[in-house]
């Protein structure tokens, strides 16, 4: 039933954004992963008349599905619906599963229930390992949602089947536009490869497979998405392409962060300062997107594609290159040069300061200086005080990571978002201001001063508490670090002199 009308360029349903969830059941896949907890999270404060939730739910670390709700609502990104409406809360309904099993390791009995009553899915689930083994990207990413698609297409009553994908999934392009791009091999042979090859062939195949895209994480997601082009049916499908998803920008409070996937990480290693150098084109945009901003476009993507079905899939690319650019050299300034050194973490090694170099040559040499020679050094003093050396194998670990990230830090990317345009203005003043994605009013330095301070709170579990403490280290790491530079500038130019008086000699002695 086509239950919207066209006014010019607006959009109006009869069901606002809220109204249309009212009474709708879900199913969330990737409920305990970044994007997935503030999904649920929102979900149940904004949208109250919604049913049910269900999510998909592994056990894992001896955890059964019940003990890791209840691990995930006790989080304190849960607090404010703890508090305010708790009731909301017994609404979610575990369903213990593995998207790597033949029918997404469900029982027939929770097959049945979800078939009768979801009419709204999320599919966040996946692996982010950049580096994952091909195998097991192609397994969780592409066969996960294959059969995730399979179980859909039995229901009784599907609005809307949100994939979450990746802006980067077209990466080997630098134009990306919201469209499905054909992948070479197709998907299907890619699959059936799982079948009867084995890892260690699989290995030897992969950077074929992956031609011109990094990484395996690129290459299945690029491969899931014309998957569902292929496969989708009758089910009415919509795509989200975040960029690189960081803490939330407003809800349910400023700077909530995850996970220390992507950039979180560095700024982590470089904060506590073991990240001194990195290479990266300082002057191209780094597409960040704020997590909250990401799952209010999910939200109004499914009530888009259910109230206004299309033949053609629907992609979003969430991003903000396009609307509100920030370079990498702002990203480093802001958040380490600014907020790390205002906001410190606990128990800092150095003084917060990243150096961006565009050649690998420079970068491997101030690598060398600067992270494994001290290092080195370090470890040296702590067999001397029989203690552990810890910083090279630190360092050796940060090295890797840091290498998985090159191809991202060097580039840079368009990624056209005019479908996210044209949703937001199909959007009704409330539902603007309940679900924005409107990444225009992003103000960096306040997102990022919040950021950092999320990170503190939330992933390293730092106390607001200890922040003078820290901040008085950060004092004489300062003095520290000029002292140093004066030592270094002294014996510099002392050597200079040497050479100097040297060659003046020589000179002497040749006249
Ligand atoms: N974070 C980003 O920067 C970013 C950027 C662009 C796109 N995305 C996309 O956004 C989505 C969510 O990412 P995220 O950052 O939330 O990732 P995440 O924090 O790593 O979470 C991944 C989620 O997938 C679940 N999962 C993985 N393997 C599973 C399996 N075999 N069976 C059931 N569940 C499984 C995990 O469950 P467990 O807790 O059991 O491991 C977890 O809930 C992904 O599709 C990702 O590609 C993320």
Not at 389 to 415: C, E, G
Request: aromatic share 8%; charged share 25%.
């Amino acid at each position: 039933i086509d239950i919207a009308t066209m006014a010019g360029s607006e959009y109006t349903s009869v069901y606002s954004v809220k109204d249309f969830y009212r009474n709708k059941s879900i199913f969330i896949t990737g409920a305990t992963g970044c994007v997935g907890k503030v999904l649920v999270e929102k979900l149940l404060r904004s949208c109250p008349d919604i049913k049910n939730i269900y999510l998909l739910m592994r056990p894992k670390k001896g955890q059964n599905v019940q003990e890791r709700l209840q691990e995930l609502l006790n989080e304190p990104l849960f607090e404010k619906l703890r508090r305010d409406s708790p009731g909301e809360l017994t609404k979610i309904i575990p369903v213990a599963g593995d998207i790597t099993e033949p029918e997404l390791g469900i029982s027939i009995d929770d097959q049945n229930t979800l078939i009768r009553s979801v009419s709204i899915v999320f599919h966040s689930a996946a692996t982010v390992k950049f580096d994952e083994a091909l195998k097991i990207s192609v397994t969780i990413n592409m066969l996960g949602t294959k059969r995730l698609v399979q179980l859909c297409n039995r229901m009784h009553n599907v609005e809307a089947f949100i994939h979450v994908s990746t802006a980067y999934c077209n990466c080997d392009r630098t134009d990306v536009v919201e469209e499905i791009y054909s992948v070479e091999p197709e998907p299907d042979q890619v699959i059936a490869l799982t079948e009867w090859m084995d890892d260690k062939m699989f290995k030897e195949l992969t950077p074929n497979l992956i031609a011109s895209r990094p990484n395996t994480y690129t290459f299945t997601k690029a491969l899931t998405e014309r998957m569902l082009q292929q496969e989708r049916g009758s089910l009415p499908v919509a795509i989200v392409r975040p960029s690189i998803v960081l803490s939330s920008y407003k809800e349910p409070v400023a700077g909530w962060v995850g996970n220390r996937n992507g950039p979180t990480g560095f700024i982590i290693a470089a904060g506590k300062g073991f990240l001194r150098t990195m290479l990266c084109d300082e002057n191209n945009v780094v597409d960040l997107v704020p997590v909250d901003i990401v799952i209010n476009l999910m939200i109004c993507a499914a009530w888009r594609i259910a109230t206004q079905r299309t033949d053609t899939i629907p992609i979003y690319n969430c991003c903000t290159g396009q609307q509100n650019p920030i370079t990498w050299k702002r990203f480093i300034d802001l958040s380490i040069s600014t907020y790390c050194r205002l906001h410190p973490m606990d128990n800092v090694l150095w003084y917060p300061n990243v150096r961006c170099h565009s050649s690998a040559r420079i970068n491997k040499l101030c690598v060398t200086l600067q992270h494994t020679l001290p290092a080195y050094i370090v470890d040296t003093f702590a067999r001397l005080k029989c203690s552990q050396p810890i910083m090279v194998r630190l360092q050796t670990k940060l090295s890797k990571a840091t290498k998985s990230f090159d191809y991202f830090r060097t580039k840079q990317w368009n990624f056209r978002d005019d479908n996210v345009r044209r949703l937001d203005e199909q959007l009704s003043p409330e539902d603007r201001e309940t679900f924005t994605f409107d990444v225009k009013q992003i103000d960096w330095p306040s997102y990022l001063e919040h950021y950092i301070l999320g990170i503190r709170q939330f992933l390293l579990k730092e106390s607001p508490d200890t922040l003078p403490a820290a901040r008085s280290r950060i004092t004489k790491l300062y003095w520290l670090r000029k002292t140093v530079q004066l030592v270094v500038l002294i014996i510099v130019l002392c050597v200079l002199l040497a050479l100097l008086y040297f060659v003046l000699r020589i000179s002497r002695l040749i006249v």
